[in-house]
């Protein structure tokens, strides 16, 4: 990030970012040239040198330079008097100040003064007293700097030249003169250094001093820490036209874009630094790079919210089914709540229910229909009722007319127009079908026949276990109903009627006797024998028993019919 071609980037583990460059043989490489720093390669690895300040670190962004800084010291065998030997510094006419707050004024040591004096008139002037009777009264590593052996205060800013001197202190009035009571032959120290630095231990695990006061050889470098800008150039300007917010504030030497000036830390000038979202160095072309958050793991998205990188920036997009942002408090919420969620699993769980129940049903109806050679008599031309339509028929079975051992028996009305008044019998207790081809062969029969004595066979419905059988509506009821029913009726019917009643039975019974084959009813009976409104007689129920048989009741002696008609023998 140097300005020309030669100049070091690099000196042995230091960078060296502009504005700082190592000028003279390698061309003008720092700012201005005034933040020139030197590389004296005749060290293994190579030491930056700032005069003859070797260089420690360097940041940008703080505006901080880290240097290795000088102590005073004074021994009793030099002399006894109030000046020793003393350590100054001096950074006027350069971009340093020493840091005022990152720093601060040590004396170490027993029985002894150390001063201050700063600016460059010297009218700056402060001071560490200490005093301790014997060294084990005295601070030990690591302990609080507060006068016994060890003093600690802090220092103004904005100096640029300062000295260290000397003196014995006062002797403290009522005690004896420190200097003669004691046997102390420490030497004293004082100096400046970045806070805390005494207190930290060296990497070798030895104190930065290896003791506070005896000889200081092989420590680690004092660290002062030092403050410095761009100055003599002006401050910064706030943009108008960008809202004149901080951010926006520019000066010549932020030169790389999504850059900003800020105020120096101390004294005059201003530092450069990258806007929010972008590191890298602002004092260079292009020089401040976006800061991929999401790569580097430094972004906060709530739970339900991925990280997506934008310059100088990142979002935090929600996942699927979430809505909002996932960067505010409130982060991702559902789209649809988790009551809705249990609404519409329990919506779908119930439509599911249905589905498969209807399904079942279907497939159930399919096997009966099946079974009950339904295929054969559809191409027969037999009416065939689905079970819907026998509900629709017969009005949710709403109105019955009778009930038999077969079962009940319900009104029905086929058709709107020409309305058709029928009589379904559904069958109400387990009952056995006759092997499939028979009852095709039976239903084609009873379908097919025609007598005006005869109760005709309208259709049937196929889908239930034992099939629904839809006969003609015969108005006037049975013949028993009639006769025994309790009504008045029973002296009505004049015996001409009863004849013609009987006849028109006969007939029937002869009918199926000489047109069916082996065609026997099993079951004549009065409660068989059906009237209509002219009280014309319809023997009922002829080869419906052989259609189907009420399991376990007539079945099993292979004979059919009512008990109190049976022939005895
Ligand atoms: N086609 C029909 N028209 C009008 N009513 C009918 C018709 N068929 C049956 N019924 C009425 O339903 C009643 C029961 O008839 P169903 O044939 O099931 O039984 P049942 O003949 O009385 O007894 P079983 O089943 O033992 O022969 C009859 O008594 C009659 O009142």
Known sequence: ATSGPGCLSKCGNLSIPYPFGTDGDHGNCSWHGLFSLTCDKRFGPPRLYTGNVSVLSISLEAGEMVVAGSYSQICPNYSSSSNGRSAGSATHNTPFLISAARNEFTANGCNTEAYLQGREDWSYYTGCITYCVSLEEAAQDGEE??????CQTSISGNLTVMEVTWRDPTPVQGSSNPSSSNDISTCSYAFIAEKGWQDIGSDDGADNFTTRYGETTDQKPIRVVLDWAIRDDGSCLLSADKGATPESATASACVSDHSHCVNATQGDGYLCNCSQGYTGNPYVANGCKNINECELGTYSCGSASTCHDRPGDYVCKCKFGYKGNGKSEKGCQPIVPVYAFAIIATSVSVLLACFMI???KKRKQRIFFDKNGGEILERMGINIFTERQMKKITNRHSTPIGEGAFGKVFFGIIGRADEKRVAVKCATLKAETLPKEEFVNEITFQFRVS??????LVGCCLETPVPMLVFEFVPNGSLYNMLHGGTKRTCELPLLTRLEIAIGSAEALSYMHSHGGNHVHGDV????????????????????????SVAGMYSKWCVSGDMSYIDPV
């Open 358 to 360: 209807f399904e079942i």
């Open 525 to 548: 009976k009065s409660g068989n024998i059906l009237l209509d409104q002219n009280l014309t007689p319809k023997v009922s129920d002829f080869g419906s028993s052989k259609l189907v």
């Open 451 to 456: 007598h005006e004595n005869l109760v005709r």
């Open 145 to 150: 700097c507060a006068g016994l052996g060890c």
